[in-house]
């Protein structure tokens, strides 16, 4: 029976006419996850791009950051070139259980932390740190929050609970939740340009540091006693009282098929390696420039033909 | 004439409500109006008997919501009687297998309806040769006789139009034409004049006429219309909440109405064009002058009889023997002499 | 004749209560409720300790159909990816067919000229000139735009979920009208499923089957289908019955009749859900671009996300513009009428549409050889050559003006828009938001359960109660409060709006002739619209929700006003003149009291559309119900995600009931039913 289904399913696939041979393992289309930030897009394009110049056949399907890793441990998905310890690291690693595969970590270093356009330091000089930022908080107050100020945090679902930060620390803010990581760029956006004073939750690298000017807020660095001993850090009656780590991994993620099917592309995959200059330039062809993201990877290969070149070896 | 008889129904019942059965084998298959009420039942057709003989047109009237309608689909099994006997040439008509029923219909039975029922997705030629489609005749044969029924009806030349562009009467021929298609043996007509205007009605009234005269079928007519009914009919039978009051001729009902009710739609009826001259004929008498036909009806023999000074002996024709007399004070009762003393019963 | 009596609602009997006045029966109940919180923590929140963990186990029991279950030794797993493969084989021929060509035997994708000229042909078939202009139009602006590729995706699942939703919805219809229990147990489902919004079919979906374009054709297959089963249902129980009985009596077998007699006879009806299907399909795929679809609808939400409003316009544009144009062919092929003098016609007349099409496909074909553009439309438009060139049309720089005037629009306005934002929110959605997240269930129950009683009788009671307790036990109070206090603004505000308009539609022709179209045109776009002047305009928060829901919820509300208005027997209204009233009085006095059972039936439909549009201004970023069903997307935890749909739904069948036994009652009262 289960062959049957098997079968029914295998010969419903081969009525879809398939591609032409080519000089590869498999002429079936090698799937390349798709997120929603610039960056992910512009550079999934790049190594999808430089497998179909190998003669690999790609197809790019859309994907929920979260949903994405278990995808590729069923192998619905075969490859994602963008994952970030920050928002994922717990979807990633409950699918590597699954099955899912670490194609390897790159060199880029990911920070997520509380964000503030440069021109909040003309007003309050001491935004840059988190007991300076705390004592111009009114000026970030709106009318949901007054008198606290309003930082702007993210998604509730990402795992960062800003509220207990701010408790801990004893910081005259609230946290507000968007929705959607959009509209934390449509609140600096709308900020921006009218030059009003906004604190908000952002990380790098990403698009937001091409097009905007900011830098992070430091908090407390933080180790693993923050979370465990209160009397660890400025509040000696809570824990939690730190920041965010400094730099997190960014990671590739692959099914378990891909190394079986395309033992070739799998090689390619591993040696792929990105910096962050490179993830900056990748987003910077979109969102400064304007180009759409298929345009930018190939406007972005010419740029990097070496690193295309070392890949395919 | 029992041997006549095409269709038979005895003792036929249909109640609607929760448990029909159960509720008429609780009153032995004859509860009372009572009984009915109390119990929240409708008795849609009640305890009805009559026979449709051969080749007579048979109207049975009513008021609406007298359960004629209801009467003529148990009858044809577009619903099922409750309790009761009914049969179809000596078959009864409530053991018949699905395919047989189907069979009945596809050549027995054709029926017309009040809203014409054509489809409306076809055109005319197509809707006449329904019947003939779901037999699975073939399309040449259908086509040939669907197009001799349009014809006979006289809508040749609008084969290729739809319903929805034809008049309500066309529409209605065209409704008779489709059940004219499979030749049937019994023609059942539900109140097919009755969503027309009256001119174009009395027009149909007179084409069905026509058509009888040629085909001679078995009919089984529905009408609210005492006037349609008299003007159609061989026999008449009357439904009042459910039950049939009486089932006669329309000069017996005219002239013997069983009970108020009868006798309310009979007052208004056109005596002289239904009471033939035998049944207010008076005793023979010597001072008779001229003859009239005994079965004449008054109103064909009116004018000599009120213009001739003495009484007119009336003849049996079969016999060519002088078997009464009439005379002027007798006509004029018989034609207005009833309403005026209903109206002074009124008053 | 006999006079048909309305049988009179018996009041209840033989309870206490029945001898206070009606407010008094509510101010018991209110104070009751309040009393009791403050000696009862467990009235204002549900205690913890006795929450049911229903999406716990939802989630879990997915969990275990996704991992172990098995089905007469076969996985469930691999039934679902049977399922999953076999319906990517029809996807993949669109795929193919659409845009991506046969690469096996060489043959590239239908050019885009012979698609374009295909839906003018078909529409001028159908439409006549009118709709083919539209149409053209249309073609001509996706491709100038650059949003053709991405239109042909959103069509692949289009083409593909159209037909298996319709044909789904026609059997379950057919079998609806032909069985008690499957009356019984789809009637109740469609209701529910009509009023679950889009995103909750996703999370479950996804969890079932493979992410991707095949996620995106089930979810929208169930979401389309049961306007098709209503309409099926619908079209069959009103074929007349002398139609029915005269197919009977023609010796129809059982077959026959539904073939040859109810479903053609019913062909209209079947046609307007076959509109509903494709209007529903094209809204489920812009959405499911959140779980894999790809196309416009994913293009959107990406430009949403990154703020390129200008594109987004531009796509959004795009989206409505196909809207519209499915719309207009699918009602005018119902509308079609049958031509009946095609004997004494040539072939070549009879199918001079057809023969054009053929003719310009194979043209195309041919000429896509040798220019590019024949194949796909060109991203730029030049004229000349050389240093000569002229670009004529840019879509892309058109964006950025766009994108640059909404800032610098935003940076004027801000200072007119944000006091107002402010003191909206400030004065009425805080005081409001409180006010729900202070109200004791008790008093919600009560007050609800109360007049459930009063309008419906018991039935309509137990539902409602049921329905409220599935979302305290659960642990759902605050998101449901939150949902219902936004929905219950929105549609204050719609009726504020809505309700002026269709009074004032309905005395003036020429305003009709207005309103009623863009009221038309505002349904058909896909809700994912709404968000972008929501989001250029005002910031995150509820001001923006609102802002969002109203487009789409006002609607109803203009439309039922109007036709109830219209409806107003003119004897009636004449009666109202020959008294001597004023047109103010007669306003107030004779035609809104008539028509305010259809009012409020708007009412009821703008709340439920005002539901709806909950789970989609979630993303623009909300703490409620729509918010959790986005959530569940993304943390996998379908428990949530069903539960909060459910709950959406849930709110809007407690609202239907009421109003729509309110109105039913009233409509009794005035004799108009």
């Given at each position: 029976m289960k062959n049957l289904l098997k079968g029914v399913a295998l010969a419903a696939l081969m009525m879809a006419p398939g591609a032409a041979m080519a000089d590869v393992e498999s002429d079936e289309p090698i799937i390349i996850v798709q997120n929603n930030w610039t960056s992910q897009l512009v550079l999934s394009y790049v190594v999808g791009k430089t497998l179909e110049g190998m003669g690999y056949t790609v197809e790019y399907a859309p994907s929920d950051s979260q949903l994405q890793f278990q995808a590729m441990a069923d192998n619905d998905m075969d490859f994602q070139v963008e994952a970030w310890e920050g928002s994922m690291k717990s979807a990633f690693e409950k699918a590597a259980e699954n099955g899912m595969l670490d194609a390897g970590t790159h060199s880029a270093l990911t920070?997520?932390?509380?964000?503030?356009?440069?021109?909040?330091?003309?007003?309050?000089?001491?935004?840059?740190?988190?007991?300076?930022?705390?004592?111009?908080?009114?000026?970030?107050?709106?009318?949901?929050?007054?008198?606290?100020?309003?930082?702007?945090?993210?998604?509730?679902?990402?795992?960062?609970?800003?509220?207990?930060?701010?408790?801990?620390?004893?910081?005259?803010?609230?946290?507000?939740?968007?929705?959607?990581?959009?509209?934390?760029?449509?609140?600096?956006?709308?900020?921006?340009?009218?030059?009003?004073?906004?604190?908000?939750?952002?990380?790098?690298?990403?698009?937001?540091?091409?097009?905007?000017?900011?830098?992070?807020?430091?908090?407390?660095?933080?180790?693993?006693?923050?979370?465990?001993?209160?009397?660890?850090?400025?509040?000696?009656?809570a824990t939690g009282d730190c920041g965010a780590p400094h730099s997190g991994w960014l990671k590739k993620a692959a099914s378990p098929r891909l190394p079986e099917e395309w033992p070739g592309a799998w090689a390619v995959l591993q040696r792929v390696d990105f910096d962050n200059a490179d993830i900056a330039a990748a987003a910077l062809l979109v969102d400064v420039d304007g180009m759409e993201p298929e345009e930018a990877a190939e406007a972005w290969m010419k740029e990097n033909d070496h690193l295309v070149k070392s890949w395919v070896q | 004439m029992p041997t006549d008889a095409q269709i038979k129904c005895r003792n036929l019942w249909k109640v609607?409500?929760?448990?029909?059965?159960?509720?008429?084998?609780?009153?032995?298959?004859?509860?009372?109006?009572?009984?009915?009420?109390?119990?929240?039942?409708?008795?849609?057709?009640?305890?009805?008997?009559?026979?449709?003989?051969?080749?007579?047109?048979?109207?049975?009237?009513?008021?609406?919501?007298?359960?004629?309608?209801?009467?003529?689909?148990?009858?044809?099994?577009?619903?099922?009687?409750?309790?009761?006997?009914?049969?179809?040439?000596?078959?009864?008509?409530?053991?018949?297998?699905?395919?047989?029923?189907?069979?009945?219909?596809?050549?027995?039975?054709?029926?017309?309806?009040?809203?014409?029922?054509?489809?409306?997705?076809?055109?005319?030629?197509?809707?006449?040769?329904?019947?003939?489609?779901?037999?699975?005749?073939?399309?040449?044969?259908?086509?040939?006789?669907?197009?001799?029924?349009?014809?006979?009806?006289?809508?040749?030349?609008?084969e290729s139009y739809f319903p929805r562009e034809l008049s309500g009467g066309q529409q209605q021929r065209v409704g008779i034409a489709r059940s004219l298609a499979v030749e049937p043996d019994i023609w059942f007509l539900d109140e097919p004049f009755s969503a027309l205007d009256p001119l174009i009605r009395a027009e149909m009234q007179d084409e069905f006429i026509r058509l009888q005269s040629m085909l001679h079928k078995t009919i089984v007519f529905i009408t609210h219309d005492f006037e349609e009914a008299t003007k159609l009919a061989d026999r008449i039978g009357i439904m009042k909440d459910g039950r049939m009051v009486q089932l006669a001729t329309p000069e017996e009902l005219v002239l013997n109405p069983a009970d108020d009710y009868v006798a309310e739609f009979a007052k208004n009826a056109p005596r002289e064009r239904i009471v033939s001259v035998g049944a207010i004929m008076q005793p023979v008498t010597d001072a008779a002058s001229g003859t009239v036909p005994m079965s004449a009806k008054i109103g064909a023999v009116a004018e000599q009889v009120l213009t001739s000074e003495n009484p007119v002996a009336v003849v049996d024709e079969s016999s060519g023997t002088i078997v009464g007399s009439i005379d002027r004070q007798t006509v004029a009762t018989s034609i207005f002499g009833t309403r005026s003393s209903e109206g002074t019963r009124a008053a | 004749m006999t006079e048909a009596t309305a049988p009179s609602r018996t009041e209840p009997q033989g309870f206490s209560l029945s001898a206070i006045p009606l407010w008094g029966q509510f101010a018991a109940i209110i104070i009751f409720g309040v009393l009791l919180s403050l000696v009862w923590d467990g009235a204002t929140r549900w205690p913890e300790a006795w929450v049911i963990p229903a999406a716990q186990w939802i989630t879990d029991f997915i969990e275990w159909l996704k991992s172990e279950a098995t089905i007469f030794g076969v996985e469930f797993k691999d039934i679902t990816r049977g399922i999953g493969a076999a319906l990517k084989a029809p996807v993949k021929w669109a795929e193919y067919l659409l845009y991506r060509g046969f690469k096996g035997i060489g043959l590239g994708p239908l050019p885009w000229v012979a698609v374009a000229a295909g839906v003018v042909i078909f529409a001028h078939w159908v439409g006549g000139v009118r709709l083919a202009i539209l149409c053209g139009l249309t073609m001509i602006y996706l491709a100038t735009f650059n949003l053709w590729k991405d239109s042909m995706k959103t069509m692949t699942i289009v083409i593909v979920a159209v037909p298996m939703a319709a044909l789904l919805g026609i059997t379950l219809g057919i079998w609806v009208t032909r069985s008690k229990t499957a009356s019984r147990i789809f009637s109740p489902m469609f209701d529910l499923m009509q009023a679950t919004p889009h995103m909750a079919y996703l999370a479950p979906v996804a969890a079932l089957f493979a992410f991707g374009p095949v996620t995106a054709l089930i979810a929208t297959v169930i979401f389309a289908m049961p306007p098709m089963a209503r309409c099926t249902i619908l079209g069959l129980q009103t074929v007349s019955s002398d139609v029915i009985e005269a197919g009977q009596m023609?010796?129809?077998?059982?077959?026959?009749?539904?073939?040859?007699?109810?479903?053609?006879?019913?062909?209209?009806?079947?046609?307007?859900?076959?509109?509903?299907?494709?209007?529903?399909?094209?809204?489920?795929?812009?959405i499911a671009s959140i779980a894999g679809a790809t196309g416009l609808g994913h293009k959107l939400l990406y430009s949403l996300q990154q703020l390129r409003l200008g594109v987004a316009i531009e796509q959004g544009v795009a989206i409505s513009l196909i809207a519209i144009v499915l719309d207009r062919?699918?009602?005018?092929?119902?509308?079609?009428?049958?031509?009946?003098?095609?004997?004494?016609?040539?072939?070549?007349?009879?199918?001079?549409?057809?023969l054009l099409f053929l003719g310009i496909l194979v043209a195309s074909y041919i000429a896509a050889e040798f220019f590019r553009w024949v194949k796909i439309p060109p991203s730029k438009f030049i004229w000349g050559s050389g240093d000569a060139k002229t670009v004529l049309f840019d879509a892309k720089l058109l964006a950025r003006h766009m994108d640059q005037a909404i800032r610098d629009f935003n940076v004027v306005a801000f200072d007119y828009i944000n006091p107002i934002r402010d003191w909206v929110t400030i004065w009425i959605l805080l005081p409001v938001r409180d006010f729900f997240l202070w109200l004791p269930w008790p008093v919600f129950v009560g007050v609800i359960g109360l007049g459930a009683w009063r309008l419906g009788g018991m039935p309509v009671l137990l539902l409602c109660l049921a329905l409220m307790f599935s979302f305290i036990v659960t642990g759902f109070w605050v998101e449901t409060m939150k949902t219902t206090y936004l929905v219950l603004i929105a549609a204050a505000l719609c009726v504020i709006i809505g309700v002026p308009l269709g009074i004032w539609a309905a005395r003036s022709e020429r305003v009709a002739n207005i309103i009623m179209p863009i009221c038309d045109t505002l349904q058909t776009f896909p809700s994912f619209i709404y968000l972008i002047p929501a989001i250029m305009l005002f910031r995150i928060g509820d001001f923006a929700n609102i802002f969002a829901i109203l487009p789409y919820a006002t609607v109803p509300a203009i439309r039922y006003t109007y036709l109830g208005l219209k409806r107003i027997p003119p004897v009636t209204i004449e009666a109202g003149i020959a008294n001597g009233a004023t047109r103010m009085q007669r306003l107030f006095k004779v035609e809104l009291p008539v028509a305010l059972p259809e009012i409020m039936l708007g009412l009821n439909q703008t709340i439920m559309m005002a539901l709806a549009m909950t789970a989609i201004t979630a993303l623009i970023g909300s703490t409620d119900l729509g918010q959790e069903v986005v959530r569940s997307i993304s943390t996998q935890d379908f428990g949530r995600g069903i539960l909060a749909g459910f709950f959406i739904a849930a709110l809007g069948i407690i609202a239907d009931r009421l109003i729509g036994s309110w109105a039913a009652e009233r409509k009794r009262q005035l004799g108009v039913a």
């Open positions: 920070r997520e932390e509380w964000w503030i356009p440069n021109y909040v330091l003309e007003k309050c000089p001491g935004a840059g740190h988190w007991q300076g930022l705390d004592r111009c908080a009114e000026m970030f107050a709106t009318a949901e929050t007054k008198p606290k100020g309003r930082f702007v945090g993210p998604p509730a679902d990402w795992g960062k609970n800003y509220a207990d930060r701010i408790g801990a620390l004893e910081m005259n803010f609230e946290a507000i939740n968007v929705g959607q990581a959009a509209t934390l760029w449509a609140e600096l956006q709308s900020a921006y340009d009218r030059k009003e004073p906004i604190v908000l939750f952002n990380w790098t690298p990403n698009f937001i540091e091409s097009k905007f000017e900011g830098q992070f807020v430091d908090f407390p660095a933080p180790s693993a006693a923050c979370n465990e001993v209160k009397e660890w850090g400025p509040n000696p009656n | 609607f409500g929760d448990d029909p059965q159960g509720f008429l084998r609780r009153h032995k298959g004859n509860p009372s109006p009572e009984a009915l009420k109390e119990e929240g039942y409708i008795g849609a057709v009640q305890d009805v008997s009559f026979d449709v003989n051969q080749g007579e047109i048979l109207i049975i009237m009513g008021l609406s919501g007298s359960g004629k309608s209801t009467l003529i689909r148990c009858i044809t099994r577009l619903n099922d009687p409750t309790i009761g006997e009914m049969e179809y040439e000596g078959r009864d008509l409530l053991k018949l297998s699905e395919r047989e029923l189907i069979d009945l219909r596809r050549h027995k039975f054709g029926m017309v309806f009040q809203n014409f029922g054509l489809l409306p997705h076809r055109d005319v030629l197509e809707n006449v040769a329904f019947p003939l489609e779901v037999q699975g005749i073939s399309k040449a044969d259908r086509v040939t006789r669907a197009k001799a029924m349009i014809d006979l009806v006289g809508l040749g030349g609008r | 023609s010796g129809c077998t059982k077959r026959q009749l539904l073939w040859k007699v109810a479903l053609p006879s019913s062909k209209r009806t079947l046609m307007l859900g076959l509109n509903q299907v494709v209007m529903q399909t094209l809204a489920m795929v812009v062919l699918t009602q005018a092929y119902a509308y079609k009428e049958t031509d009946h003098f095609v004997a004494g016609k040539t072939f070549v007349q009879r199918h001079k549409h057809l």
